[in-house]
């Protein structure tokens, strides 16, 4: 039984559509990037400081930068990849019945376009489940790179609250393991000629997301008012900056757009690690600035993006929160 889903048959209408704008990506530069690295191993140096400038920089000037010597051993990289395949290898009917309910993800249900379909399967994993019903060692292995990206994260969100003069105390208080979570993401080869998005274009709406990917290839971000591949780096995870800590930054950092572009030839994997606060958290400016964004909780927010995509079929995003 075939283990990828029904995304042919299922997006037929779409896919046949003498309108078909399949080849429509947008402007693309075609010359890979190398993103900022940061040595996370200087904070236990004398050059501290500079490296917390430097990610203070990446964030406001990229939005992405990518972290080395980041704690994440490479055995675990490589099991995590492991079971990773062996899960989404699976029969189809049976990835449903791996995790609770509406955990199993595939295309784009709100789709009406090409342009809103997404190439691609995933598993939404909450952190607050006490028990994750894959077998024992895809559990075991899932908990294990849940703790290290969780605290990898919360150490990039305190130095980026610091570098700002806010409260990391804050972050730390409202990103925990009851509201944040982790998608193990799965881009089939895409069969058809024409090109399609394994993720459709957008701006993650948490504080910030750390990427463990494959060397496939794929990702890419809006810089300069192009498409630019990200070239992937076997020693690095990479982290962009969510549109929460732009708003809470005040625009400050970088929520930047971005995308994975699917492949005919190639299928593609990736664990992501979203930092995202507890619904009642409030995000605002500083008051000795002059806010770009009102104020707004992240209930509010999240809500606001579910309507948008549910009546027009995408992410607005900030916009709708402009002061």
């Not at 140096?45 to 490479?74: L, M, R």
């Not at 009917?93 to 190439?119: C, I, M």
């Amino acid at each position: 039984m075939d283990s990828n889903p029904p995304l042919m048959s299922t997006y037929k209408k779409l896919l046949s559509s003498p309108l078909n704008p399949c080849n429509d990506l947008g402007v693309c530069s075609g010359e890979e990037c190398q993103l900022p690295v940061i040595d996370l191993e200087l904070l236990n140096t004398e050059n501290a400081e500079f490296c917390k400038t430097d990610i203070a920089a990446a964030a406001a000037d990229w939005g992405f930068f990518q972290v080395v010597n980041h704690g994440i051993p490479s055995d675990l990289l490589d099991r995590i990849q492991s079971e990773q395949v062996k899960l989404f290898q699976q029969p189809f009917d049976k990835k449903s019945l791996e995790f609770s309910a509406n955990s199993y993800r595939w295309g784009s249900p709100a789709a009406t376009s090409v342009h809103q379909l997404s190439w691609s399967e995933a598993y939404h994993i909450p952190l607050n489940q006490s028990h994750l019903p894959f077998k024992q060692i895809a559990r075991e292995t899932i908990e294990e790179l849940a703790a290290l990206l969780s605290r990898l994260a919360s150490l990039l969100a305190g130095i980026l609250a610091e570098r700002l003069g806010r409260n990391a105390a804050y972050l730390e208080e409202k990103c925990t393991n009851e509201t944040c979570y982790m998608r193990l993401n799965h881009y089939p080869q895409c069969p058809i000629p024409s090109n399609l998005f394994g993720l459709v274009p957008h701006t993650d709406s948490d504080f910030l997301t750390i990427l463990v990917q494959d060397q496939v290839g794929g990702l890419e971000l809006m810089k300069f008012g192009k498409w630019i591949p990200v070239k992937p780096n076997p020693d690095a995870l990479v982290v962009n900056i969510g549109d929460l800590f732009q708003a809470w930054s005040n625009g400050v950092y970088k929520s930047v757009e971005h995308r994975v572009v699917s492949s005919p030839h190639h299928e593609r994997y990736s664990v992501a690690f979203f930092l995202c606060p507890s619904y009642d958290t409030i995000i605002q400016s500083q008051e000795t600035e002059t806010p770009i964004y009102r104020r707004f909780s992240f209930r509010e927010y999240r809500q606001q993006v579910q309507e948008d995509v549910k009546l027009i079929g995408h992410k607005v995003g900030l916009a709708r929160f402009l002061a």
